[in-house]
């Protein structure tokens, strides 16, 4: 049997999803489960012991047959006769491949000789809160015996890898009566020999170390009300400003994606007098501090200090940070991978929040997300006795780790708008829609905003999600709308790099019959609503002092004169000159502001569908149905415009390569002569 079809791998998933799916058990992609079977060697025809277990990366709660690595015991149980001592032991991850049993799977964690030299046929090993909570107690050792009697046996602290295997195992041998350990400065791990046992026993655990904290400890073990939080308004206001000045300080070394967090958890914490002496600490599991860094920055202002100074004081202990961090790897380096970057990944604002950061969405969010894991495992540490966390230098060694390093290395190629974030108007159909996806597709997050609410959640779902793109209701014709949409944006992925102005409308009219309300609608939607957009963009551009990406959607018709369309085609060259104005004024802000001036697309068009299709179809005195047809024979290239070609068009403004490229209008009409620039 295989992965595919042992009862033993089948349990060890049933039990993965379990535990994963509740945050009390382990963090996110924290942790890896095992089992163990007979199954029949397809070389041999004989029994064989096997082992699966989640592989490197992944998370439990989603593991799928895939993630998991199956490996002969007899061979990994080997490797104890070969293990050159502590000193080597990382050459022992190499070596699991040599046991690996079978095609495919996943490949083989740092973690894997704790679940295959453990006499057990099932092995958990998990992050909890309660569980890390004791193993970072100054006095763990006494505590989890306190809590747990013999039933549970402390381990020193060690780092993950083949000597922390041989010590579980050890201390399993000698303890029979156990069902499993606490690991100092990192977490649990149990045991049983069944999958539903083992899980039993990782739950009793944590359980009980819940109840434990609760039961002994004080009522506030992070101190007194120092700061109250601001209301729900004020600090989500003042969020929105901070976030893209705290982003492009935390650009420094490499772009970042945001994310921000206001819990009450991480607010009570940070109301509180003992949060900055516990944030210094820094974290201690591996999975925490892998992701928040050695320790978080901290503004050391109250709520109500002004934003100026607030900003001010940011870029002092921003730049204090750098120096302090680069001291911490010349402290600790030896031969060890260059220095990843000095800025922190997160930043801890008391009374209004915490801003966590990371190559993408996700990787921002989860980083946030592990120093909520903190903060839990400071306050039950705290409860009981005092936080102590592992050393700086044990820390350094898990940052700086050359399996750590190789890991990095071997993730694919960023995408070439990863870290990017965009804005689009108008972005629920047509052209707008084709867009966001592009820019997506490329690595972006998107903010899809839309007048209709339900188009604009439509397309933000397409495209992955809240780790890919948010929804916002916006009428670019209201500058209240248009600062939400960019307050929403901030909020979610830290700032926005890119702003797409399409939102429009378009009414066909001979001239004697526009009305008033027709030019105003027109020029409402569109220069109004372009300007409106681009102000706000050029202020979050130059917070971040980042640069940025502004680009109109405008049309053939800006530069065309055709009949029966006044309203229109002068809104549109209306953008097509602010094009000129914004790209002459923004460029010393490094704001490249460019046009695409697209014609004839037809196809998926919310405009054309709204009635603009069957007028103009009138005007040219061919069937509605024919009119992309029309406009395609019309073009030199007799080709069909569609949104896909404009979203190409936008790509290519944007996504890297135009770096010195501004006021620049690009048609994608398929060739109409008489609207060639000139």
């Known amino acids: 049997m295989t992965a595919e079809t042992h009862p033993e791998a089948g349990a060890l998933l049933e039990r993965s999803h379990r535990l994963g799916a509740d945050p009390r058990n382990t963090n996110y992609a924290g942790g890896n489960t095992s089992a163990k079977g007979v199954a029949t060697d397809p070389v041999t025809g004989q029994d064989v012991e096997l082992m699966w277990v989640k592989g490197s990366g992944g998370d439990l709660g989603t593991l799928a047959r895939s993630g998991l690595a199956a490996l002969r015991l007899d061979r990994l149980r080997a490797l104890t006769g070969v293990y050159p001592g502590v000193e080597r032991e990382d050459e022992m991850v190499a ?63 060690r780092r993950p890898g083949f000597q922390l295997g041989l010590d579980i195992a050890a201390v399993k041998k000698a303890n029979p009566q156990a069902i499993g350990c606490v690991l100092g400065g990192h977490g649990i791990t149990a045991w049983g020999d069944t999958s539903d046992a083992c899980e039993a026993n990782s739950l009793r ?26 209301p729900e308004s004020e600090r989500r206001a003042r969020a929105a400003v901070l976030a893209p000045v705290v982003r492009g300080l935390l650009s420094t070394d490499r772009p970042q994606v945001g994310h921000f967090t206001d819990s009450d958890t991480v607010l009570d914490f940070l109301s509180r007098t003992e949060h900055p002496r516990l944030a210094a600490l820094g974290t201690s599991c591996p999975d925490h501090f892998l992701r928040t860094k050695v320790r978080p920055l901290v503004l050391d202002l109250p709520p109500d200090a002004p934003l100026d100074a607030a900003i001010e004081r940011l870029r002092e202990l921003h730049a204090a940070y750098r120096t302090d961090y680069a001291a911490y790897y010349e402290r600790h380096a030896a031969d060890s991978p260059p220095m990843r970057g000095a800025d922190p990944a997160i930043v801890l604002i008391p009374g209004v929040g915490m801003f966590s950061y990371g190559k993408d969405k996700q990787t921002a969010r989860v980083a946030g997300e592990f120093y909520v894991n903190a903060i839990n495992v400071m306050r039950g540490a705290e409860a009981v006795s005092t936080y102590s966390p592992i050393e700086e230098s044990e820390k350094f060694r898990i940052e700086y780790w050359a399996l750590e390093e190789a890991k990095l290395r071997r993730m694919p190629k960023p995408r070439p708008l990863a870290t990017r974030i965009a804005l689009v108007t108008g972005a629920g159909s047509g052209i707008g829609r084709a867009i966001a996806h592009r820019l997506v597709a490329e690595g972006a997050c998107v903010v899809v905003a839309d007048l209709n609410a339900g188009s604009a959640a439509e397309v933000a779902t397409e495209l992955g999600g809240p780790d890919k793109a948010i929804a916002v209701t916006a009428d670019v014709t209201e500058e209240d709308d248009i600062k939400a949409a960019f307050t929403e944006a901030v909020l979610a992925f830290g700032g926005v790099d890119i702003l797409i102005n399409n939102a429009g409308i378009s009414i066909s009219k001979p001239l004697l019959e526009t009305t008033t309300a027709d030019w105003d609608l027109q020029h409402n939607i569109m220069a109004r609503g372009s300007f409106l957009a681009s102000r706000e963009a050029a202020r979050t551009f130059i917070a971040q002092n980042m640069g940025g990406d502004i680009v109109y959607i405008t049309s053939k018709n800006a530069v065309f004169a055709g009949p029966n369309n006044i309203a229109y085609s002068a809104t549109k060259a209306d953008q097509a000159h602010q094009v000129r104005l914004l790209a002459a004024e923004l460029g010393e802000h490094g704001i490249r502001v460019n046009g695409v001036n697209p014609d004839g697309v037809v196809q998926g068009s919310g405009i054309f569908a709204g009635g603009w299709g069957a007028q103009r179809a009138a005007v040219y005195g061919v069937p509605e149905e024919k009119l992309g047809e029309f406009y395609a024979q019309r073009t030199l290239l007799k080709r069909e415009v569609l949104p896909s070609h404009v979203a190409n068009a936008v790509f290519a403004l944007v996504g890297g390569d135009l770096t010195h490229t501004t006021g620049l209008h690009i048609p994608v009409d398929a060739g109409v002569a008489a609207a060639f620039l000139r």
């Open 205 to 230: 655990i944590i359980r009980t170390a819940e109840e434990f904290l609760t039961a002994r400890g004080k009522a506030d073990p992070f101190g007194p009300v120092l700061h109250p939080s601001l």
């Open 95 to 157: 070596a699991f491949d040599y046991c690996l049993h079978g095609k495919g799977g996943a490949a083989p964690s740092i973690d894997t000789a704790m679940h295959g030299l453990v006499d057990a046929a099932h092995v958990d090993h998990l992050h909890p809160d309660s569980g890390i909570a004791l193993a970072c107690a100054a006095d763990g050792e006494a505590l989890t015996k306190e809590c747990f009697g013999n039933q549970v046996v402390w381990v020193p602290w």
